[in-house]
């Protein structure tokens, strides 16, 4: 597993400057990932009712993808598949798949931090989250977990499990921060 910098991480992405090689897997990977505005960005992704191969091949797929997009958290509604999963990476050695997450416990306790997105590239947002969360759900085999979360995975696990909302980190920012983003997306959305 390569050494990476904690303090690189905004959200569910690694600022981080890749060798050419690394940075030419991270284009292709980024390629697969949906891209905002796509309409599947904004769409509430269904509970996960079959725990199969098929299910099991996508949290696959979804981890290489979070591992070659330099990301740290990945939602399935952002690769066009509308079912409640995500994977994330809590520890430099862990990466987990989450089916039918919830948040069953979060602390009074906030933090603002600047978030980035794999689906929103190029742009950082200040989002306020829970300091400390408890999360249960499903692994990709069917079997019950829960973790708790804090630091960077706890803020990760709530921008994921806002994606299977259809939410965004720039519905969580603020109004100032939201439309400074916006403008800077809106050139590369005419060019689509
Ligand atoms: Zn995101």
């Given at each position: 597993m390569d050494e990476h910098d904690e303090?690189?991480?905004?959200g569910e992405v690694r600022d981080e400057v890749l060798d050419p090689e690394r940075e030419a897997r991270r284009r292709i990977a980024l390629a697969q990932i949906r891209q905002y505005p796509d309409a599947a960005l904004k769409m509430k992704a269904r509970p996960v009712e079959d725990f199969d191969d098929e299910l099991k091949s996508l949290a696959q797929r979804m981890k290489l993808l979070m591992h070659d997009a330099n990301g740290i958290g990945l939602a399935a509604t952002q690769v066009?598949?509308?079912?409640r999963l995500f994977v994330f990476q809590p520890s430099e050695d862990e990466v987990l798949a989450v089916a039918n997450?919830?948040?069953v416990e979060r602390s009074e306790e906030t933090d603002v931090a600047d978030e980035g997105c794999l689906s929103i590239q190029g742009i950082t947002v200040p989002v306020e989250r829970a300091l400390e969360v408890t999360i249960v759900g499903k692994d990709e085999t069917g079997a019950d977990v829960r973790y708790e979360l804090d630091g960077y995975a706890a803020r990760c696990v709530q921008h994921e499990n806002d994606h299977l909302d259809g939410v965004l980190m720039i519905d969580r920012t603020t109004p100032e921060a939201r439309r400074g983003a916006l403008g800077a997306l809106r050139p590369r959305i005419v060019l689509t």
């Open positions: 303090d690189a991480i905004e066009g598949v509308l079912r997450p919830e948040i």
